[in-house]
């Protein structure tokens, strides 16, 4: 469960910085009550990842050895295809592309005014968190590390990584965006992503 727990946190943490509901959340807090929009983002994250894990339960139930090559497959290829993002990034890139992609996402959903009911703010974060997360990378790879691994123990460590990463964003998402590297990051992503393939492909063995 201890390593489960960690794998979760471990690459929830590193892969949600800096991504497109981490945007969300910054954006969304500088309209509104960084503690409703946080309220909202966990809640969002925490029921996709609930969701996520159920279906690695289901994908568990398939024979051992198709579970094994999916899993070193997907890792190792979301891996790989995050270092070539990187590569061919600019050593300077930052978050625009992503805050502009949140920007437009919120738009798109009319949330201009600063002040409204709570619950409304609250679902507001919710529904655009959800959305934006649905078929994320990180969602495959909850689906990928529940079907292998101790269950409760990648729903808490998942679960947490989002809320480390959603009061970052709340609290300080702006200064931390300017702050941090794109590439850098995206590097990380993809070198844990690849670690993970690997300690699968030697614990399948």
Known sequence: MLTAFTAGLLL????????????????LAMKHSRRLVFIGVVAALAAMTILSVAMGQVVSLL??????????????GFGLKLLYD???????????????????????????SQTGPNYAIIGQAFLLTFVAEWGDRTQ???????????????????????????????????LVAGRISERTVTYLGGILFIIFGIVAAVQGK
């Open 140 to 174: 495959f790879a909850t689906i990928t590390l529940a079907a292998s691994n101790h269950p409760v123990g990648v729903t808490i460590g998942a679960i947490l990584g989002h809320a480390i990463c959603a009061a970052i964003a709340v609290m300080g998402g702006r």
């Open 12 to 27: 929830i943490t590193i892969s949600e910085l800096g991504d497109k509901t981490f945007c969300i959340a910054m954006l």
């Open 86 to 112: 990187a590569y061919r990034m600019s050593p300077y890139a930052a978050c625009e592309d992503i805050t502009k992609e949140a920007k437009e996402t919120i738009a798109q959903a009319s949330l201009t």
């Open 63 to 76: 024979p051992k050895t198709y579970i094994w090559y999916a899993e070193v497959a997907l890792f190792i």
